[in-house]
Each structure stands twice: as structure tokens, then as C-alpha cells.
């Protein structure tokens, strides 16, 4: 496709239910990351992949939060036993190479969850 | 201490009037890149202008340019001729030059609204 595609674009899950969201960044981009975006804030880092490997989880807030990409293209985010307090948009990005210089990073719609 | 610091949290504008929207930023880093995103109400992060800390002019993209003013640190984006459609949140972010520092760091954002 044409941009980062993000489904579903909206989820409601029940507290402790697992939910995953998959992310298909723009065809040929090595770099693919996830962000979480608290309502008012700004994006905050979960999550970086450099084709299917994960270079850089540090931002994953806990065990509960599980991402992939085993093929090196689409990726998925998996959250365990959801709290409310993950209620969030979830954000893919992906770049064509190292975002070093001026590689753009291109965002998607994101996944937007709430947790009831 | 945070890394990017956005202080307006709303402004106004007059449709075709000027608007400089502000960033501070704080790394040890000598090299460093400054990011603007667009996000309207959609959710989707619009990438509009990159600044590299090597770069000697500033950086323009059609009607927005970054004031790069690097010895204050500060990257503020000048949006020219203002749109009802440039109304959105804005998003200052730096990317860290440490190897194995690939995410972006984003500001709390600044809302802009374009009155007719």
C-alpha cells in the first residue's frame, strides 16, 4: 500500500482480555516502530524492529507487551490481560533504512484502544 | 529532564496570517536530527520538516520552515499563509544520534487552531 496501515482501527477489549494489533508498513522499509500515545501526550517509544529483528524493546511498560515481525514486514504488538490504564492509540512507524540523516518516518492512523 | 519541551499548549491564528509554533530541545549528542509532525484529528502523524544538527541553513518545506537556532537549542516551526486545514496538534521530535538510539522523542504538542 501506499502508506502504513493499522488494524483494527478501533478496539474495545474487557479488562484481562489479549488484544493484538498489526501493523504493514510501506513496502521495502527496514525500520518499523511502535509508539503509545496517551490521550493529550505525545507519542511515547515502545518498540523498534530492524526487518524481523528487535533491536530496541526498552519502552515496553511491561511482560504484558509482546511485539513481532518475523518475516521482516508486518508486524504485530500483542498486549496480555489488558488494564485500563493501557487505553491508548497505538502508533506504527516505519523508515526505509537507519533513520539516521533525513530518512523520513512514516506514521500510520494507529490503533485506538480502550480498555473497559 | 525532559528532552523536548513544547510551552504552548494551545494558539490561535488568523487564517493567512503567520505562526511560530515552539521547541526547545536538550541532548549531549553533537548529532542529532529535529522532526515536525502534523496530527489532525484523524490520528495520523503527518511528517512535515526535518532539521539535521550538521545542517547550516534552515530547513524549508513549502509553507513551513524550522528556525534552527542551534547555540539555544531551539527548532521552532514558522507556518506561512495559515489554512483552516492547518488546524491540528503539533509535534516536535529528536532523534539522538548514539548508535542504537533510533527512536524519535516527542514534545507534549502544541494545538493550533486557524480562525477564518
Known amino acids: 500500500g501506499a502508506g502504513v496501515s493499522q488494524s483494527p482501527r478501533y478496539k474495545v477489549a474487557k479488562r484481562g482480555q489479549d488484544v493484538a494489533l498489526r501493523c504493514d508498513p510501506i513496502?521495502?522499509?527496514?525500520?518499523l516502530f511502535w509508539y503509545q500515545q496517551a490521550l493529550g501526550q505525545g507519542p511515547e517509544f515502545l518498540t523498534y524492529?530492524?526487518?524481523?529483528?528487535?533491536?530496541?524493546k526498552s519502552g515496553l511498560p511491561s511482560d504484558r507487551f509482546f511485539a513481532e515481525r518475523p518475516e521482516g514486514s508486518v508486524s504485530t504488538l500483542k498486549i496480555q490481560r489488558t488494564q485500563q490504564e493501557d487505553s491508548a492509540v497505538y502508533l506504527c512507524?516505519?523508515?526505509?533504512?537507519?533513520?539516521?540523516?533525513?530518512?523520513?518516518?512514516?506514521f500510520g492512523e494507529g490503533s485506538w484502544l480502550t480498555v473497559v | 529532564a525532559q528532552k523536548i519541551t513544547q510551552t504552548q499548549p494551545g494558539m490561535f491564528v488568523q487564517e493567512k496570517e503567520a505562526v511560530t509554533l515552539d521547541c526547545t530541545y536538550d541532548?549531549?549528542?553533537?548529532?542529532?536530527?529535529l522532526f515536525w509532525y502534523k496530527q489532525p484529528s484523524s490520528g495520523e502523524m503527518i511528517f512535515l520538516i526535518y532539521?539535521?544538527?550538521?545542517?547550516?541553513q534552515n530547513a524549508t518545506e513549502g509553507r513551513y520552515s524550522l528556525n534552527f537556532q542551534k547555540a539555544r537549542k531551539s527548532a521552532n516551526l514558522v507556518i506561512s499563509a495559515s489554512q483552516l486545514g492547518d488546524s491540528a496538534m503539533y509535534f516536535c521530535?529528536?532523534?539522538?544520534?548514539?548508535?542504537?538510539?533510533?527512536?524519535?522523542?516527542f514534545g507534549s504538542g502544541t494545538r493550533l487552531q486557524v480562525q477564518p
Open positions: 512507524a516505519s523508515s526505509l533504512g537507519w533513520t539516521g540523516g533525513g530518512n523520513t518516518i512514516y
Open positions: 513496502s521495502g522499509h527496514v525500520s
Open positions: 524492529f530492524q526487518n524481523e529483528a528487535q533491536l530496541d
Open positions: 541532548t549531549s549528542d553533537q548529532s542529532y536530527g
Open positions: 532539521q539535521g544538527s550538521y545542517d547550516e
Open positions: 521530535a529528536m532523534r539522538e544520534g548514539r548508535p542504537g538510539r533510533r527512536a524519535l522523542t
